[in-house]
């Protein structure tokens, strides 16, 4: 079975790097509770990924129901479960190019379907669609531990985000004269707030890979600080994945 | 110009052209009365004159309706942020307003009138919604155009999830108490007035298909958090740690 679920890093790159755009605005500077709307955002942006590639290996078998129903004379609606294999036969020859993993998710998703007895065939696209985003939905949540992306949809709380932001600001304030001021507190901003995200999240991999990578890019200096000064608060938080 | 002349469609989804069919939807879930069969309705006085006020729009003000609610359902949102804009539907025009009363009209009523009731409204929902999904479903197997068949699988989909979720509510309800089951339904019936709102915008170009996808994650989320389905395993499907 092909993972569906993209790298989270590449995720969250695409929404922090875009860090003047309005949707990264939207998440880190303008809306309360930052954190959790940024958390939000990359979730619905995984499911979006995935979503996509879903929907464009579906969209070779919907061209084979229409082909195939073509060559039969009959609406694609007709087909019956006994011409699905054909579907398929004709779904492989149209996306020939695709790799072998395009292949195998779109006969899996058909033999989900057909054992959770989708009465018409056609109506397995959609069924396979729900059930994709479902079960990718299981392994977001095992990347982004376990209940915390319930935890962060449903319970907006904030758990020591505004104390924490406190401290750090203080200590980068006197830290990091180099920076002009404009730049520092936007910066300042971001990087107390992904902090603040780590903190929160400390059984994930997930939140450490955000400060790990962004600020060993952009701002060097800082996570040297911040680990320093708040060593046994980032303990518990690995960088295996970054 | 006659509103059939008015062609709002920017991604066209047949099964939408309808504006009685799709009005009479979104106001029954705003206010589940008005999709309750006239001779189930065993209330009289505010409630009756409120109701024959529904009876007597034309298709003008139906249009001014969807426009302005499609509007208030454009912006980036969060399942939480949609009740707290879900209660600006008063504000929009007339209908609006009356559509506000008769939701405190029922609000006013008797907990088990009001279960009675929501209970027939559930079942005329799930009606005109597995009505909705076939056309839906049966556009998208028939399309030719592969970008039509995607935010067609989407927009089945999503109906889809809000059904099973809305389905499964009702199913279980028979061992729960009232105010439980009022309370899942009010909560599920929201999220259907969300997701068919968002459906609307989206045909009628004041949406994305980005942001129709996150429409479903949203909602796909929302519903797996309080029905937690078993993961799905497949079976060359390993999680690994990374």
Known sequence: MVDHTPDTTIILGRILNDRHGS??????NEIPNSRIRLLNEVYLETQSVIEKKAEFAL??????????????????????????????KKAR??????NEGFF????EFIDFVKQNMVYHPYDSLSAAYQNIIRSNKEKIRTIFGVQKIDQILVNEETIEEDELRMEVESLLKGQIPSLSEKERDRDLRIVCQLFACSKKAHESTFNFIIIDKQLKVEM?????????????RTGRVTVQNA | MSVESIDVAVHPIAALDNISGIFSTIAMLKAPLTGIPDRQIKVRGLVRTNLKQMSNINKEEMERFLDGITDLFSTRMTVERMKEISKKIGNLDHLGKTLEKIQNNYSSLSSPERVYYIKIASGVMIGDLEELEAKISLEAIRSDDIDKFRYLLVSQTIIQTILDHLKRTVRDSHSLADDVIEKQVNDIISLA??????IEAFRRGK????SLRDTLSSIVAHSTIQYHFPPITLPDEVITEE
């Open chain 1, 220 to 232: 060097p200096s800082v996570i040297s600080i911040v680990k320093e000064n708040f060593r046994e």
């Open chain 2, 193 to 198: 007035l969300f997701s068919i709102v968002r």
């Open chain 2, 207 to 210: 949406i994305d298909l980005e």
């Open chain 1, 59 to 88: 969209s070779y078998l919907q061209r084979a129901f229409k082909e195939v129903s073509t060559e039969k004379g009959i609406d694609p609606a007709d087909l019956a479960w006994e011409d699905v294999p054909e579907i398929l």
């Open chain 1, 23 to 28: 949707r990264s605005s939207a998440v880190l």
């Open chain 1, 93 to 98: 020859f149209l996306a020939h190019d695709r």
């Open chain 1, 104 to 107: 195998d998710s779109m006969e």
